[in-house]
Protein backbone atom coordinates (compact mmCIF):
# COMPACT_ATOMS: atom_id res chain seq x y z
CA UNK A 1 0.00 0.00 0.00
CA UNK A 2 1.66 3.48 -0.76
CA UNK A 3 2.23 5.64 2.21
CA UNK A 4 0.07 8.34 0.97
CA UNK A 5 -3.33 6.90 0.95
CA UNK A 6 -3.62 6.91 4.73
CA UNK A 7 -2.64 10.84 4.75
CA UNK A 8 -6.13 11.42 5.81
CA UNK A 9 -6.01 11.87 9.42
CA UNK A 10 -2.27 11.69 10.05
CA UNK A 11 0.53 13.62 9.98
CA UNK A 12 2.93 14.15 7.14
CA UNK A 13 6.95 15.01 7.13
CA UNK A 14 7.80 17.21 4.64
CA UNK A 15 11.09 15.54 2.56
CA UNK A 16 13.13 16.54 -0.30
CA UNK A 17 13.66 20.10 -1.94
CA UNK A 18 11.75 23.03 -0.36
CA UNK A 19 7.92 23.44 -1.61
CA UNK A 20 7.98 27.41 -2.87
CA UNK A 21 4.27 28.46 -2.65
CA UNK A 22 2.57 32.24 -3.48
CA UNK A 23 -1.36 32.72 -2.34
CA UNK A 24 -3.42 30.19 -2.34
CA UNK A 25 -1.85 28.46 -5.07
CA UNK A 26 1.21 25.55 -5.57
CA UNK A 27 3.35 26.12 -8.30
CA UNK A 28 4.13 22.36 -9.73
CA UNK A 29 6.70 21.40 -12.52
CA UNK A 30 6.28 18.40 -14.65
CA UNK A 31 8.33 16.19 -16.19
CA UNK A 32 8.21 17.92 -19.45
CA UNK A 33 9.27 21.19 -17.47
CA UNK A 34 6.35 22.79 -18.29
CA UNK A 35 5.13 24.74 -14.85
CA UNK A 36 1.51 24.20 -13.90
CA UNK A 37 -0.87 26.06 -11.46
CA UNK A 38 -2.99 24.18 -9.10
CA UNK A 39 -5.57 25.73 -7.49
CA UNK A 40 -6.39 24.60 -3.86
CA UNK A 41 -9.33 23.95 -2.95
CA UNK A 42 -11.38 22.37 0.27
CA UNK A 43 -10.89 19.23 -0.90
CA UNK A 44 -9.13 16.88 1.56
CA UNK A 45 -5.29 15.61 0.88
CA UNK A 46 -6.19 12.34 0.71
CA UNK A 47 -9.16 12.64 -2.30
CA UNK A 48 -6.34 14.74 -3.99
CA UNK A 49 -3.61 12.25 -3.92
CA UNK A 50 -6.00 9.56 -4.92
CA UNK A 51 -6.59 11.70 -8.20
CA UNK A 52 -3.55 12.62 -8.72
CA UNK A 53 -1.02 9.67 -7.66
CA UNK A 54 -1.24 7.05 -10.42
CA UNK A 55 0.40 10.59 -12.96
CA UNK A 56 3.34 10.77 -10.33
CA UNK A 57 4.70 7.29 -10.63
CA UNK A 58 7.76 8.14 -12.99
CA UNK A 59 8.17 11.32 -11.32
CA UNK A 60 9.89 10.91 -7.99
CA UNK A 61 11.10 14.69 -7.48
CA UNK A 62 7.37 15.73 -8.56
CA UNK A 63 5.84 13.03 -6.72
CA UNK A 64 7.79 14.38 -3.58
CA UNK A 65 6.80 18.37 -4.13
CA UNK A 66 3.44 17.23 -4.54
CA UNK A 67 3.60 15.39 -1.26
CA UNK A 68 5.09 18.91 0.81
CA UNK A 69 2.36 20.80 -0.78
CA UNK A 70 -0.19 18.26 0.40
CA UNK A 71 1.09 18.09 3.89
CA UNK A 72 1.19 22.25 3.62
CA UNK A 73 -2.14 22.30 2.68
CA UNK A 74 -3.65 20.18 5.88
CA UNK A 75 -1.71 21.91 8.25
CA UNK A 76 -3.03 25.28 6.64
CA UNK A 77 -6.42 23.69 6.99
CA UNK A 78 -6.38 22.51 10.60
CA UNK A 79 -4.55 25.74 11.90
CA UNK A 80 -6.87 27.82 10.24
CA UNK A 81 -10.19 26.24 9.72
CA UNK A 82 -11.75 29.96 8.08
CA UNK A 83 -9.73 30.31 5.61
CA UNK A 84 -6.34 32.15 4.71
CA UNK A 85 -8.26 35.25 3.96
CA UNK A 86 -10.18 35.85 7.21
CA UNK A 87 -6.64 34.91 8.94
CA UNK A 88 -4.94 37.91 6.89
CA UNK A 89 -8.48 40.06 7.40
CA UNK A 90 -7.48 39.43 11.57
CA UNK A 91 -4.05 39.92 11.31
CA UNK A 92 -5.26 43.49 9.05
CA UNK A 93 -7.42 44.23 12.41
CA UNK A 94 -4.36 43.52 14.87
CA UNK A 95 -2.05 46.02 12.84
CA UNK A 96 -5.00 48.92 13.69
CA UNK A 97 -3.79 48.77 17.30
CA UNK A 98 -0.40 50.15 16.28
CA UNK A 99 -0.02 53.75 16.77
CA UNK A 100 2.60 56.42 18.13
CA UNK A 101 0.31 59.63 19.48
CA UNK A 102 3.97 61.65 20.17
CA UNK A 103 5.03 60.95 16.21
CA UNK A 104 2.59 63.15 14.36
CA UNK A 105 4.22 61.34 11.10
CA UNK A 106 3.86 57.86 12.08
CA UNK A 107 2.33 55.45 9.88
CA UNK A 108 0.07 52.73 11.92
CA UNK A 109 0.71 49.42 10.88
CA UNK A 110 4.92 50.00 10.37
CA UNK A 111 5.21 47.92 13.62
CA UNK A 112 6.02 44.27 13.57
CA UNK A 113 2.56 42.26 14.59
CA UNK A 114 4.62 40.88 17.48
CA UNK A 115 5.43 44.22 18.60
CA UNK A 116 2.05 45.71 18.58
CA UNK A 117 0.34 42.61 20.39
CA UNK A 118 3.10 43.17 23.01
CA UNK A 119 3.03 47.19 23.73
CA UNK A 120 -1.10 46.37 23.71
CA UNK A 121 -0.49 43.63 26.56
CA UNK A 122 1.30 45.92 28.51
CA UNK A 123 -0.52 48.83 27.78
CA UNK A 124 -3.87 46.96 29.07
CA UNK A 125 -1.44 45.80 32.25
CA UNK A 126 -1.13 49.10 33.63
CA UNK A 127 -4.30 50.41 32.95
CA UNK A 128 -5.93 47.17 34.81
CA UNK A 129 -3.37 48.04 37.61
CA UNK A 130 -4.36 51.77 37.72
CA UNK A 131 -8.09 50.38 37.60
CA UNK A 132 -7.35 48.41 40.43
CA UNK A 133 -5.57 50.92 42.54
CA UNK A 134 -8.02 53.50 41.97
CA UNK A 135 -10.79 51.24 43.19
CA UNK A 136 -8.84 50.52 46.25
CA UNK A 137 -8.03 54.19 46.89
CA UNK A 138 -4.26 53.50 47.06
CA UNK A 139 -2.56 56.65 47.39
CA UNK A 140 -0.02 55.69 44.33
CA UNK A 141 -2.82 56.16 41.80
CA UNK A 142 -2.85 60.01 42.75
CA UNK A 143 1.70 60.03 42.89
CA UNK A 144 1.03 58.62 39.19
CA UNK A 145 -1.32 61.70 38.22
CA UNK A 146 0.88 63.90 39.65
CA UNK A 147 4.31 62.36 37.85
CA UNK A 148 2.75 62.07 34.58
CA UNK A 149 1.13 65.70 34.62
CA UNK A 150 1.86 67.81 37.56
CA UNK A 151 0.03 70.68 35.80
CA UNK A 152 -3.10 68.95 34.75
CA UNK A 153 -3.58 67.49 38.48
CA UNK A 154 -3.39 70.72 40.10
CA UNK A 155 -6.69 72.05 37.41
CA UNK A 156 -8.24 68.84 38.39
CA UNK A 157 -7.81 68.74 42.12
CA UNK A 158 -10.30 72.05 42.50
CA UNK A 159 -12.55 70.70 40.64
CA UNK A 160 -12.57 67.28 42.22
CA UNK A 161 -13.22 68.91 45.48
CA UNK A 162 -16.06 70.48 44.13
CA UNK A 163 -17.61 67.42 43.54
CA UNK A 164 -16.22 65.76 46.93
CA UNK A 165 -18.55 68.82 48.29
CA UNK A 166 -21.62 67.99 46.39
CA UNK A 167 -21.09 63.82 47.19
CA UNK A 168 -19.90 64.00 50.77
CA UNK A 169 -20.80 67.75 52.40
CA UNK A 170 -19.87 66.67 55.98
CA UNK A 171 -17.03 65.54 54.99
CA UNK A 172 -15.86 67.72 53.23
CA UNK A 173 -16.95 70.74 55.56
CA UNK A 174 -14.45 68.38 58.06
CA UNK A 175 -11.69 68.39 55.57
CA UNK A 176 -11.63 72.06 54.94
CA UNK A 177 -11.95 72.79 58.73
CA UNK A 178 -8.80 70.75 59.24
CA UNK A 179 -7.10 73.30 56.89
CA UNK A 180 -8.41 76.05 58.59
CA UNK A 181 -7.91 75.65 62.31
CA UNK A 182 -4.04 74.58 60.91
CA UNK A 183 -4.17 77.60 59.77
CA UNK A 184 -5.26 79.71 62.72
CA UNK A 185 -3.07 77.56 64.81
CA UNK A 186 -0.24 78.18 63.00
CA UNK A 187 -1.11 82.27 63.54
CA UNK A 188 -2.12 82.14 66.66
CA UNK A 189 -5.09 82.74 66.57
CA UNK A 190 -6.34 80.40 69.63
CA UNK A 191 -3.57 81.98 71.87
CA UNK A 192 -4.37 85.72 70.69
CA UNK A 193 -8.05 85.17 71.78
CA UNK A 194 -7.16 83.58 75.32
CA UNK A 195 -4.90 86.75 75.89
CA UNK A 196 -8.19 89.05 74.83
CA UNK A 197 -10.34 87.05 76.99
CA UNK A 198 -8.17 87.40 79.78
CA UNK A 199 -8.44 90.80 79.53
CA UNK A 200 -11.55 91.44 78.35
CA UNK A 201 -14.81 91.62 81.37
CA UNK A 202 -17.59 89.55 80.86
CA UNK A 203 -20.06 92.72 79.82
CA UNK A 204 -19.62 96.29 80.32
CA UNK A 205 -22.39 99.46 80.20
CA UNK A 206 -20.18 101.19 77.09
CA UNK A 207 -21.41 101.23 73.91
CA UNK A 208 -17.95 100.73 72.17
CA UNK A 209 -16.20 98.35 74.77
CA UNK A 210 -19.82 95.75 74.41
CA UNK A 211 -19.30 95.45 70.71
CA UNK A 212 -15.90 94.53 71.26
CA UNK A 213 -17.11 92.07 73.63
CA UNK A 214 -20.03 90.92 71.54
CA UNK A 215 -17.84 90.79 68.69
CA UNK A 216 -14.86 88.67 70.27
CA UNK A 217 -17.60 85.74 71.47
CA UNK A 218 -18.85 85.46 68.12
CA UNK A 219 -15.30 84.89 66.41
CA UNK A 220 -14.43 82.83 69.50
CA UNK A 221 -17.54 80.99 68.97
CA UNK A 222 -16.95 80.58 65.05
CA UNK A 223 -13.02 79.10 65.95
CA UNK A 224 -14.47 76.92 68.23
CA UNK A 225 -17.21 75.54 66.06
CA UNK A 226 -14.35 75.35 63.40
CA UNK A 227 -12.00 72.94 65.50
CA UNK A 228 -15.32 70.66 66.51
CA UNK A 229 -15.56 70.17 62.85
CA UNK A 230 -12.20 69.43 62.02
CA UNK A 231 -11.93 66.79 64.84
CA UNK A 232 -14.91 64.26 62.84
CA UNK A 233 -13.59 62.04 60.98
CA UNK A 234 -13.70 62.06 56.98
CA UNK A 235 -16.20 58.98 56.20
CA UNK A 236 -16.77 57.89 52.78
CA UNK A 237 -20.60 57.92 51.55
CA UNK A 238 -22.51 55.77 48.74
CA UNK A 239 -24.61 57.50 46.67
CA UNK A 240 -27.58 55.63 48.03
CA UNK A 241 -26.47 56.90 51.79
CA UNK A 242 -25.87 60.46 50.39
CA UNK A 243 -29.03 60.54 49.01
CA UNK A 244 -30.60 59.34 52.47
CA UNK A 245 -29.08 61.68 54.46
CA UNK A 246 -30.46 64.26 52.47
CA UNK A 247 -33.41 62.81 52.40
CA UNK A 248 -34.34 62.87 49.08
CA UNK A 249 -34.36 60.67 46.08
CA UNK A 250 -32.21 60.57 43.18
CA UNK A 251 -34.16 63.26 41.06
CA UNK A 252 -34.94 64.85 43.93
CA UNK A 253 -31.15 65.11 44.49
CA UNK A 254 -30.56 65.91 40.80
CA UNK A 255 -33.29 68.71 41.36
CA UNK A 256 -31.50 70.39 43.46
CA UNK A 257 -28.45 70.26 41.86
CA UNK A 258 -29.10 71.69 38.88
CA UNK A 259 -31.04 74.34 40.58
CA UNK A 260 -28.05 75.44 42.90
CA UNK A 261 -25.85 75.58 39.55
CA UNK A 262 -28.05 77.68 37.84
CA UNK A 263 -29.07 80.35 40.55
CA UNK A 264 -25.58 80.34 42.15
CA UNK A 265 -24.63 81.44 38.22
CA UNK A 266 -26.59 84.11 38.08
CA UNK A 267 -25.15 85.13 41.57
CA UNK A 268 -21.72 84.74 40.97
CA UNK A 269 -21.13 88.18 38.83
CA UNK A 270 -22.53 89.88 41.32
CA UNK A 271 -20.72 88.86 43.87
CA UNK A 272 -17.45 89.20 42.21
CA UNK A 273 -18.20 92.80 41.02
CA UNK A 274 -19.19 93.78 44.87
CA UNK A 275 -15.30 91.82 45.30
CA UNK A 276 -14.04 94.64 42.79
CA UNK A 277 -15.90 97.72 44.38
CA UNK A 278 -14.46 95.93 47.86
CA UNK A 279 -11.06 96.63 46.27
CA UNK A 280 -11.31 99.38 45.48
CA UNK A 281 -12.40 100.99 48.87
CA UNK A 282 -9.10 99.10 50.19
CA UNK A 283 -6.69 100.48 48.13
CA UNK A 284 -8.85 103.16 45.75
CA UNK A 285 -5.03 104.09 44.12
CA UNK A 286 -3.63 100.87 43.65
CA UNK A 287 -2.94 99.50 40.70
CA UNK A 288 -2.59 95.70 41.09
CA UNK A 289 -1.02 93.55 37.92
CA UNK A 290 -3.13 90.52 36.30
CA UNK A 291 -0.95 88.05 39.00
CA UNK A 292 -1.48 89.70 41.75
CA UNK A 293 -5.76 90.51 40.43
CA UNK A 294 -6.12 86.39 40.15
CA UNK A 295 -4.13 86.19 43.50
CA UNK A 296 -6.58 88.17 45.24
CA UNK A 297 -9.45 86.96 43.46
CA UNK A 298 -8.21 82.93 43.87
CA UNK A 299 -8.40 84.12 47.82
CA UNK A 300 -11.45 85.20 47.87
CA UNK A 301 -13.00 82.98 46.63
CA UNK A 302 -11.22 79.66 48.75
CA UNK A 303 -12.37 82.07 52.15
CA UNK A 304 -15.89 82.31 51.04
CA UNK A 305 -15.98 78.65 49.92
CA UNK A 306 -14.46 77.67 53.25
CA UNK A 307 -16.72 79.69 55.07
CA UNK A 308 -19.96 78.81 53.75
CA UNK A 309 -19.41 74.79 53.72
CA UNK A 310 -18.21 75.13 57.75
CA UNK A 311 -21.50 77.03 58.30
CA UNK A 312 -24.07 74.23 59.10
CA UNK A 313 -27.25 76.33 59.65
CA UNK A 314 -25.95 78.25 56.12
CA UNK A 315 -26.30 74.67 54.17
CA UNK A 316 -29.17 73.98 55.60
CA UNK A 317 -31.22 76.67 54.90
CA UNK A 318 -29.87 77.09 50.96
CA UNK A 319 -30.70 73.14 50.61
CA UNK A 320 -34.33 74.30 52.18
CA UNK A 321 -34.77 77.19 49.73
CA UNK A 322 -33.66 74.60 46.95
CA UNK A 323 -36.08 72.15 47.98
CA UNK A 324 -39.01 74.54 48.20
CA UNK A 325 -37.93 75.99 44.87
CA UNK A 326 -37.59 79.29 46.77
CA UNK A 327 -35.50 81.59 44.24
CA UNK A 328 -35.93 84.43 45.64
CA UNK A 329 -35.01 83.52 49.68
CA UNK A 330 -32.19 81.22 47.65
CA UNK A 331 -30.90 84.23 45.85
CA UNK A 332 -31.01 86.88 48.87
CA UNK A 333 -29.46 84.31 51.84
CA UNK A 334 -26.89 83.66 48.94
CA UNK A 335 -25.52 87.03 48.64
CA UNK A 336 -26.19 88.35 52.19
CA UNK A 337 -23.95 85.38 53.38
CA UNK A 338 -21.34 86.46 50.63
CA UNK A 339 -21.63 90.21 51.63
CA UNK A 340 -20.64 89.34 54.74
CA UNK A 341 -17.54 87.53 54.21
CA UNK A 342 -16.24 89.28 50.95
CA UNK A 343 -15.28 92.56 52.69
CA UNK A 344 -12.65 90.82 55.45
CA UNK A 345 -11.76 88.44 52.87
CA UNK A 346 -10.97 91.54 50.55
CA UNK A 347 -8.54 93.21 53.11
CA UNK A 348 -6.56 90.33 54.14
CA UNK A 349 -6.11 89.04 50.58
CA UNK A 350 -4.98 93.04 49.38
CA UNK A 351 -3.35 93.28 52.53
CA UNK A 352 -1.19 89.70 51.93
CA UNK A 353 -0.36 90.99 47.91
CA UNK A 354 0.80 94.44 49.22
CA UNK A 355 3.12 93.25 51.92
CA UNK A 356 4.37 90.77 49.17
CA UNK A 357 5.25 94.32 47.49
CA UNK A 358 6.84 95.89 50.52
CA UNK A 359 8.80 92.39 51.03
CA UNK A 360 9.99 93.03 47.14
CA UNK A 361 10.92 96.10 47.73
CA UNK A 362 12.25 96.20 50.91
CA UNK A 363 14.97 93.35 49.37
CA UNK A 364 16.20 95.45 46.76
CA UNK A 365 16.64 98.65 48.79
CA UNK A 366 19.91 99.70 50.58
CA UNK A 367 21.65 97.26 52.89
CA UNK A 368 21.36 98.26 56.69
CA UNK A 369 18.11 100.27 55.99
CA UNK A 370 15.66 99.28 58.77
CA UNK A 371 12.34 100.05 59.33
CA UNK A 372 11.38 103.23 62.06
CA UNK A 373 9.87 103.24 65.31
CA UNK A 374 7.02 105.68 63.35
CA UNK A 375 6.68 102.56 60.37
CA UNK A 376 5.34 100.54 63.05
CA UNK A 377 1.51 99.21 63.55
CA UNK A 378 -0.69 100.38 66.03
CA UNK A 379 -0.36 98.48 68.96
CA UNK A 380 3.01 96.88 68.21
CA UNK A 381 5.04 100.06 70.08
CA UNK A 382 8.16 98.40 71.87
CA UNK A 383 7.99 98.93 75.79
CA UNK A 384 10.95 97.54 76.44
CA UNK A 385 12.39 100.74 77.54
CA UNK A 386 8.91 102.73 79.00
CA UNK A 387 8.39 103.06 82.78
CA UNK A 388 5.59 100.94 83.59
CA UNK A 389 3.40 101.82 86.24
CA UNK A 390 2.42 98.88 88.03
CA UNK A 391 -1.07 97.93 89.30
CA UNK A 392 -2.54 95.52 91.37
CA UNK A 393 -4.56 93.49 88.88
CA UNK A 394 -5.40 93.46 85.41
CA UNK A 395 -6.90 96.86 83.79
CA UNK A 396 -10.69 95.21 83.34
CA UNK A 397 -10.78 94.23 86.75
CA UNK A 398 -9.97 97.55 88.32
CA UNK A 399 -12.61 98.85 85.90
CA UNK A 400 -9.57 100.39 83.23
CA UNK A 401 -10.06 99.81 79.41
CA UNK A 402 -7.40 98.50 77.60
CA UNK A 403 -5.94 100.76 74.58
CA UNK A 404 -6.08 98.21 71.98
CA UNK A 405 -4.58 100.28 69.29
CA UNK A 406 -1.63 100.92 71.19
CA UNK A 407 -1.66 97.00 73.29
CA UNK A 408 0.11 94.20 71.43
CA UNK A 409 -0.76 90.64 72.12
CA UNK A 410 2.89 90.01 73.04
CA UNK A 411 2.48 93.36 75.65
CA UNK A 412 -0.98 90.94 77.15
CA UNK A 413 1.26 87.86 77.39
CA UNK A 414 3.49 90.04 79.33
CA UNK A 415 0.73 91.74 81.95
CA UNK A 416 1.50 94.62 80.06
CA UNK A 417 -1.15 97.05 78.45
CA UNK A 418 -1.55 100.44 77.60
CA UNK A 419 -5.01 102.10 79.17
CA UNK A 420 -7.05 104.75 77.79
CA UNK A 421 -6.60 108.44 79.58
CA UNK A 422 -3.17 107.35 80.93
CA UNK A 423 0.51 107.87 78.17
CA UNK A 424 2.54 105.22 79.90
CA UNK A 425 1.89 101.76 80.20
CA UNK A 426 0.97 99.57 82.55
CA UNK A 427 2.21 96.28 84.47
CA UNK A 428 0.72 93.57 86.67
CA UNK A 429 1.78 90.38 88.13
CA UNK A 430 0.29 86.75 86.54
CA UNK A 431 -2.62 85.63 88.42
CA UNK A 432 -3.95 89.11 90.18
Known amino acids: MDELEVIEGAELEAEGAELKTEGTQAETEGAEGVTQTTET ?49 RLQLIAQLDDNPDDPEYVPGSAPIEEVISNTIAERGFWRDFDKAFQSADPKVVNQMIE ?40 QIPLQLALLERVLPPDSDDPGLKTVIEAFKAIKSVVEQINTTAKKPIETKTVAQQHQAQGGNDLETREMNILHNEWLGEIKPRSEAFTVAEVQKVAPKTKFTQPEINSIRNAVKQEVNARVATDLNYQKKVKGFLKAKNKTAYAMTVESQHKKIIPGAVKRAVDDVLAKRKTATGAKGKPGTQPTQQAAKPGQQQTSNSKFEYIAQSPTRL ?16 NEAFVVGRTGPVKWKQGK
Open 399 to 414: GLKVDFRRTSNEMLAR
Open 41 to 89: SPTSAASTWKQVKERLKDSPDLHRQVKQALHFMEDANRRMPDGIAKAQE
Open 148 to 187: ANPASFQKIVPEAMDRFAEVNPEGFSSYICKSVSGYLTEA
